[in-house]
Each structure stands twice: as C-alpha cells, then as structure tokens.
C-alpha cells in the first residue's frame, strides 16, 4: 500500500532541484534542507494518518473537511484538487517527452508523429506524446486498482534501483577522490542557517503525493492499519532517498560548480562517466510516468465522492461492477488532462499545483484540532441510507421520547421537565451541570481553535509582507502573535473531547502531540501558501470564484444535505461504500 505514495512523491523534481538548491540556498548542508522538509511533510502526515484511519474515504481531504468543518469548506477543497491532479497530471506529462528523446540520442530524436510541432498561425506547441501518455496512463487505471498498482509498482522499483545506482556509484567517485565537494572554504553552511531554511522551502514540494495513499482508501482491506503504515512508510522512504542523493551528489562536485538543470547527469559526465547520463535520464523518465499516475489516480475518485453529496453529476459517482473503478470519472479526467497536455503549455501555471495540496494539508491539520475538541456530536444521513441501516423508526422514537420514557413532543417542555427535575433530584442536577460544563469547555475551545488559525494567518501574512514598513511589519506580528500563542496555551489546558473515542473507526493510529503538531503543520502551511506569489493567487482566485458559482447554482440546491436527518454519530460508520455515502 505504500508503493504509490512512494511512486507519486519521488518524481523529477530531485533530479533538478539537487542542482539549483545547491547552488543559491543550503550549500554542502542540501541533505539537511531534505531533511526538515522531510519532518514538515511528516507534520502533515501524522494528521493524515489518523482521519485516514478513522473516516476512510475516497475523498481524502475533501470528506475529511466535510464532516469536520462543512459542506462550502469541503467543496472549495475538492474545487481546488481537482485543478491541482489535473495541471499536475498536465505539466508531468509535458516533462516527460524532452526527456525521453534524450534516451533517444538528442532533443529532436523522437518519431516525427511523437515529436513536439509549432501549430502555424497560433503560437502553440502541441506534444502528441505527452497526450498519449496520459490517455495510455488513463486505460490502465481503468482496468482496475491492482493492475494499475503492480505497474506503478514496477515502475516505482525501476526508478529506486536507479537512485541507488546514483548512489553506489557515486560513493565509488567520493571515496576516490576524497569527497572534495565538502573541502569548499565556505564551509558546511556557507549561506547559513535562513540558506537552508529557504532550500527546505523549495524541496518541501518533492514530498507532495503521499495523500495519494489516502485517497485509496476505499479499496483498502484495513485501512486503520494500512493506511497510516502506507503513508508513513512513503514518506521515510522518500526522505531516506532524497537525503542520501544529496550527501553524495554535493560531495563529488562542489555546491558552485552544479549544474542547475541536470545536476546528477553532469557530476558523472565530470567524473568520466558520460554513460551514466542515459541511466539517470531513465530514472527521471520512470519518475515522471510514476508521478503520472498518482496524479491522475486520485482525481477521478474525488470527483465520485463529490458526486455522492450531490454536489456534481451522479454520472461521476458510477462505479464499475467488475473493476471497481469509477471509469467514468477517470476517463473524463484523463481526457481533460490529455487535451491540457497536448496543447498548453502549463509550466506558468505550476504555482497553481501546489495551492491545492497546501490548502488540503493545512484543512486536514484544522480537522484534527476539531476532531480532537469539538468533534461533531451527529453527523448528516440521507434518507436512503438510513432506509438501508433500518435508523428510520428508531430515530423517530428517540426524537420525540423524554428521559422517563414519555412521548412528548414540545422541546420546551422536555426543558421545563429537566429543569423541575433537577430541582428534585440531586442526581439529575449533577448531571445536568455536567452538560453545562461541557457546553462551555466546547465553546472555550471553538473560540480558541479559531483564535489560533486567525492568528497563523495574521502571523505568516505580516512576516511575509517583506515589503511593509519595520513598524507596521513588527505591529502585524505582535497582533498575530497574541491571538495564537493564548489560544494554543487554552487549548493545552483544557481537556480533550471524550466523543473522540467513538467518532469514526476506533483503534486505529491517533496523531500524537495535540496540539502543537497540528498548529505547526497549519504555520508551516499556511507560510508556505502566502509566498507562493501574487500571480498564482489571481489564477487559483479565478478558478476558485468559478467553484463558489459552480456551488451556488448547482450544487447547494443539489445537495444531499436538503433531505438529510441528523442522527448521533455512535449510530453511524463514516466509511463511504459504493452502494451509498455517509457523510
């Protein structure tokens, strides 16, 4: 279960980053930028892990947020993935044929009916091979969850055989000739300590994929133990990859001598190995066709379980009875992502990729806290799915009955009852301060979850705007400051929700470190989120507004949450099967 989160996260990108963060931010130190960037996505892992292993579904983060936060929330979040495995599915696609011709002896090397052409009259670049890859990469997801993975398995095996040549041979060429890379005067950290953070920064993207682990988690036998195995497995064997490639690469060539865009290739060509160009070429061939796959795996299966809240057309929700596949939902995502990949060039939009993991990963941070303290105490069931768990009739009866066994219909005079008998009896006053309490410890820490996040927001946005006044800038900080340090102490001394113990599937991986991990993972993210640049944030602003109206006229009438009972949620299993959804 772990090999397509390995497949989906090692992808190109270290065989390029390498050489450019070298170059401009962490110096000899490149292994330790690996490494944080590596326990910042573990931060996100472990929140992953225990919603994985407690509400497994198809929609990751999209069904995570949904029973957390909300239905407007979990829709901008399936919005923006959707555009995320589509570009990104895109923009792997179209990296993949310049690199393939390389296998084949040059850049103008590939058939002339694969090659890339200049369209006349437009100024647009088609790839045919980027678009039949992709259509390829879509038949073979259609053909069922095991093909699919034994050959990203096969692939994902080939590519970590040649970073292991990459670093075998490359500890032969250190121990030869001294490991001269790490005798640069400079020092181990010539561009200091914000050097490597920055580096950390820009490596923290060749992580992403893992969730790709989750949004299987439906075709999972046991997903309270496979799926947080699967995705801490992923990314430790990621990490240990990339951080071994970079203590070799930088120790055979020095940082300053790099070659930004083929940094490994280029350290052996060095050497007198110029063969070993085509077995680094392959390997960043069979990383690209592997993140293929995991970007256009989960994509459909998002799209299904939106379908199944009536939020899109039931026509993506249909499940294949033989695969058990929603082919159509992947054929038409593999369609949209072949036509992207055949005729636009998606390298100025790559900043909108990221937008939606980072969002999906601060969300899913968000959901712990929230599932941690104030868990929701019912959750919605629509009413063919209480008809099929026989809930209609006992519901009804526990609707309208008083705790001493009378049917009584008025709320206000179930309240008037309590109150008189609590006046009687000293049991039911205690236990009717009890739930005053509790009450009151919820809305404590409602009020501090959100003073948390607004101060993540105001902290990151202030320590970001480089371009603020000294004063101003130190102002914003404080503010953001004070509103999350206190709510962070509030929230480590109150208790935690006891409703968190049957919400969902119990006995399965629990996050550890409430709440400073979590709050972490939403600094980091949300840091993260507000540098990835003006321009990105206007186009993912676009698509977005596109969303909210795509919601308003659509799928807000739509919604099964129109004709929906809320029941309590030890009467529900929060795992979405094909024959039906629970939200």
């Not at 039911?428 to 009890?434: A, F, R, Y």
């Not at 962070?488 to 991986?509: E, W």
Request: glycine letters at 10%; hydrophobic letters at 50%.
């Amino acid at each position: 279960h772990y090999l397509p989160g390995v497949g989906s996260t090692i992808g190109a990108g270290v065989y390029v980053l390498v050489g450019t963060v070298a170059r401009e931010h962490a110096g000899p130190a490149l292994a330790v930028s690996f490494l944080i960037a590596g326990i910042a996505a573990a931060l996100s892992a472990f929140c992953y892990a225990e919603l994985a292993s407690r509400c497994p579904s198809a929609g990751s983060a999209y069904h995570y947020s949904y029973i957390c936060i909300g239905e407007g929330v979990a829709w901008l979040i399936g919005w923006s993935l959707v555009l995320e495995y589509t570009l990104g599915g895109s923009a792997v696609a179209r990296g993949i044929s310049p690199n393939l011709a390389l296998c084949f002896g040059g850049p103008d090397s590939l058939p002339w009916i694969l090659a890339r052409h200049q369209l006349p009259w437009f100024d647009v670049i088609v790839d045919p091979c980027a678009a039949a890859l992709v259509l390829a990469v879509t038949a073979l997801l259609c053909l069922g969850i095991k093909e699919s993975s034994f050959v990203q398995a096969i692939v994902t095996i080939m590519n970590a055989c040649v970073m292991l040549f990459v670093i075998i041979a490359g500890c032969y060429i250190g121990f030869q000739i001294g490991w001269e890379g790490y005798k640069v005067t400079d020092g181990y950290f010539p561009y200091g300590v914000n050097g490597v953070l920055a580096g950390s920064a820009t490596v923290f993207f060749a992580y992403i994929g893992f969730d790709t682990v989750a949004s299987t988690a439906e075709e999972v036998k046991n997903p309270q133990r496979d799926l947080p195995l699967g995705i801490g497995a992923a990314l430790s064997i990621c990490c240990l990859l990339y951080m071994m490639v970079a203590v070799v690469i930088v120790g055979i060539v020095p940082y300053f001598a790099m070659d930004p865009d083929t940094p490994i290739s280029s350290a052996f060509a060095k050497h007198g190995m110029q063969w070993a160009m085509y077995v680094v070429t392959s390997g960043a061939v069979l990383a690209l066709c592997s993140t293929l796959m995991g970007s256009l795996l989960p994509q459909p299966r998002i799209l299904m379980t939106m379908a199944r809240d009536g939020l899109l057309p039931s026509f993506f929700s249909d499940v294949n009875k033989h695969t058990q596949v929603p082919v159509k939902g992947t054929i038409v995502a593999g369609i949209c992502a072949a036509a992207l990949a055949f005729f636009m060039d998606v390298s100025q939009l790559a900043g909108m990729v990221s937008v939606g993991t980072l969002l999906a990963f601060t969300i899913v941070a968000v959901s712990i806290l929230i599932l941690r303290y104030v868990p929701p105490e019912e959750v919605p069931l629509s009413s063919s799915r209480r008809e099929s768990m026989g809930l209609n009739q006992e519901y009804d009866e526990e609707k309208g009955r008083d705790p001493l066994g009378d049917d009584i219909c008025d709320t206000s005079q179930i309240k008037d009852l309590i109150a008189t008998e609590a006046m009687k009896d000293p049991l039911l006053e205690k236990q009717h301060k009890g739930k005053m309490d509790e009450m009151k410890r919820r809305k404590i820490a409602a009020f501090s979850i959100g003073s948390v996040c607004l101060g993540v927001l105001v902290l990151t946005a202030s320590a970001s705007a480089t371009w603020l006044p000294f004063l101003p800038l130190c102002i914003g900080c404080i503010v953001g400051g004070v509103l999350l340090i206190p709510g962070l102490v509030v929230l480590c001394c109150i208790d935690q929700d006891d409703g968190r113990h049957s919400f969902g599937h119990s006995g399965g991986f629990m996050c550890p470190f409430v709440p400073f991990l979590p709050v972490v993972c939403i600094l980091i993210n949300t840091y993260l989120l507000i540098n990835l640049g003006g321009d990105a944030w206007i186009r993912v602003g676009i698509w977005l507004l596109i969303g909210v109206l795509v919601y308003i006229f659509y799928g807000r009438t739509r919604s099964s949450l129109v004709d929906v009972v809320y029941v309590p949620v030890a009467k529900t299993d929060l795992r979405r099967s094909s024959s039906g959804f629970m939200s």
